[in-house]
């Protein structure tokens, strides 16, 4: 009985861990879309302030805007960079490579965002743009397509073709392999990109 109640006990404790990892990257998703939308939704939000009677108004509404649309970007990208090891891949059926290619192309998106002001250097808020917007593609074909591609049920049943089954092949804990060798590739490539975004944290600091 006892040893049941261990064993019960650890799939209790497991299940939970692969739920918050799996709330967590819901969470960088929602934020990653919520910055992305936001950034395009600048030049409508600018107008909207025309719109308010009250000064203290638009200000509490631009204060409220620049926090959701600048910070859940950074958000995401600190959660996403957490979810991105070997033991958690094992575990949870992340999309590759799209997931941390997406969170790459998120990190080169946001050295752009703090190396210059986007409001005046056109080039730079170009650049940004396409990068964010291509992060938010690559996101979202991983996670519509790899991760919740066809189900368990589909494939038994023989409903799902050679396309989904591929697919489904592309989850982080279905093929170790594919696993390993992306984290191997991409984590440098992250570790660059979180030292460049902390130096111009800095230099923008000092300024």
Not at 166 to 188: G, K, Q, V
């Given at each position: 009985?006892?040893?049941?109640?261990?064993?019960?006990?650890?799939?209790?404790?497991?299940?939970?861990?692969?739920?918050?990892?799996?709330?967590?990257?819901?969470?960088?998703?929602?934020?990653?879309?919520?910055?992305?939308?936001?950034?395009?939704?600048?030049?409508?939000?600018?107008?909207?302030?025309?719109?308010?009677?009250?000064?203290?108004?638009?200000?509490?509404?631009?204060?409220?805007?620049?926090?959701?649309?600048?910070?859940?970007?950074?958000?995401?990208?600190?959660?996403?960079?957490?979810?991105?090891n070997p033991d958690m891949f094992a575990d949870i059926k992340f999309p590759l490579p799209f997931f941390p290619?997406?969170?790459?192309?998120?990190?080169?998106?946001?050295?752009?965002?703090?190396?210059?002001?986007?409001?005046?250097?056109?080039?730079?808020?170009?650049?940004?743009?396409?990068?964010?917007?291509?992060?938010?593609?690559?996101?979202?074909?991983?996670?519509?397509?790899?991760?919740?591609?066809?189900?368990?049920?589909?494939?038994?049943?023989?409903?799902a073709g050679t396309f989904w089954n591929s697919l489904r092949n592309l989850r982080s804990n279905l093929n170790?392999?594919?696993?390993?060798?992306?984290?191997?590739?991409?984590?440098?490539?992250?570790?660059?990109?979180?030292?460049?975004?902390?130096?111009?944290?800095?230099?923008?600091?000092?300024?």
């Amino acid at each position: 009985m006892f040893i049941e109640g261990e064993i019960f006990k650890n799939a209790i404790s497991k299940s939970f861990e692969e739920w918050t990892i799996i709330s967590f990257y819901n969470v960088s998703l929602v934020l990653l879309f919520l910055g992305l939308i936001f950034h395009h939704a600048t030049d409508f939000y600018k107008s909207s302030l025309d719109n308010f009677k009250i000064k203290l108004s638009g200000e509490n509404w631009a204060i409220l805007f620049f926090i959701i649309r600048d910070f859940s970007l950074f958000a995401a990208f600190g959660i996403s960079i957490l979810l991105i090891n070997p033991d958690m891949f094992a575990d949870i059926k992340f999309p590759l490579p799209f997931f941390p290619i997406g969170v790459i192309l998120l990190g080169i998106a946001l050295i752009y965002k703090l190396k210059g002001d986007l409001e005046t250097n056109s080039k730079h808020r170009k650049i940004f743009n396409i990068f964010l917007l291509l992060s938010g593609m690559v996101q979202y074909f991983g996670f519509v397509f790899v991760m919740e591609a066809a189900a368990k049920e589909w494939v038994s049943s023989g409903v799902a073709g050679t396309f989904w089954n591929s697919l489904r092949n592309l989850r982080s804990n279905l093929n170790p392999a594919l696993s390993m060798w992306t984290f191997y590739i991409t984590f440098p490539v992250l570790l660059i990109i979180l030292l460049i975004m902390l130096s111009s944290g800095l230099k923008n600091k000092k300024r």
